[in-house]
């Protein structure tokens, strides 16, 4: 079956100005992650949904960052007033409802913050 | 709070030698573990978890982990290495105490296979 989707694959955007990347969960998908990946590092992972429940916010680096789910499908991540060391992999993955149950991953959003 | 230390940056092994990636963890209550990898020019994929019950688990492309609870550890293993087992490794948790979803993620262990 279809996997995550996420887009746009690749994003440059100047200094200062808004961009938004959304991302396709995989069908059935209760819950829903975004992560950050600098170049040659790990995982910072950002922020959650959950089915109904509120979102998990807590890592979101600034003000600057917000995401919003649409019921158990589709997800934006918003970045107002970019900065340079925004720029990075944008990882959105997908899993069933359930702790135990392993994240799908896409293939990211590479934004580039001139 | 859940955190998660890969304390090798990289790894090397020759081919047909046997491989390991370290992982140790730190959480409040039952931990679930995961390791993720990432080949190149691909996006992450699963390998395999602990949940609870048997402390060695089988995953993918023959690894094997171990969880340790004394040593609060969950190593990767494979008995003989591929070249194309080369790729970047993550080491992934969650607390079962705080009933979250939030995962966090390892800085990540680079391997090596040299043929």
């Known amino acids: 079956g279809a996997g995550v989707s996420q887009s746009p694959s690749n994003k440059v955007t100047e200094k200062g100005k808004d961009v938004e990347l959304r991302c396709d969960p995989i069908s059935g998908h209760t819950a829903l992650y975004w992560y950050r990946q600098r170049l040659g590092q790990g995982l910072e992972f950002l922020i959650y949904f959950q089915g109904n429940s509120a979102p998990d916010k807590s890592g979101l680096p600034s003000d600057r960052f917000s995401a919003e789910r649409t019921g158990e499908s589709v997800s934006t991540l918003t970045i107002q007033r970019t900065q340079q060391e925004d720029s990075a992999v944008y990882l959105c993955?997908?899993?069933?409802?359930?702790?135990?149950?392993?994240?799908?991953f896409g293939p990211g959003t590479r934004l580039t913050v001139t | 709070a859940q955190s998660v230390a890969q304390p090798e940056d990289q790894v090397n092994v020759a081919e047909g030698n046997p491989l390991t990636v370290k992982c140790t963890y730190s959480?409040?209550?039952?931990?679930?573990l995961f390791w993720y990898v990432q080949y190149p020019n691909r996006g992450l994929q699963f390998l395999l978890k602990?949940?609870?019950?048997?402390?060695l688990v089988k995953g993918s492309y023959g690894f094997e982990a171990e969880f340790n609870k004394s040593q609060t550890s969950f190593h990767l293993k494979k008995p003989s290495a591929l070249v194309s087992d080369s790729a970047l490794y993550f080491c992934?948790?969650?607390?079962?105490?705080?009933?979250?979803?939030?995962?966090?993620f390892g800085a990540g262990t680079r391997l090596f296979v040299k043929a």
């Open positions: 602990y949940i609870t019950g048997d402390n």
């Open positions: 992934a948790v969650r607390d079962g105490g705080t009933g979250g979803f939030k995962t966090i």
């Open positions: 959480v409040s209550g039952n931990p679930y």
């Open positions: 993955a997908s899993s069933r409802g359930g702790l135990s149950y392993e994240q799908y």
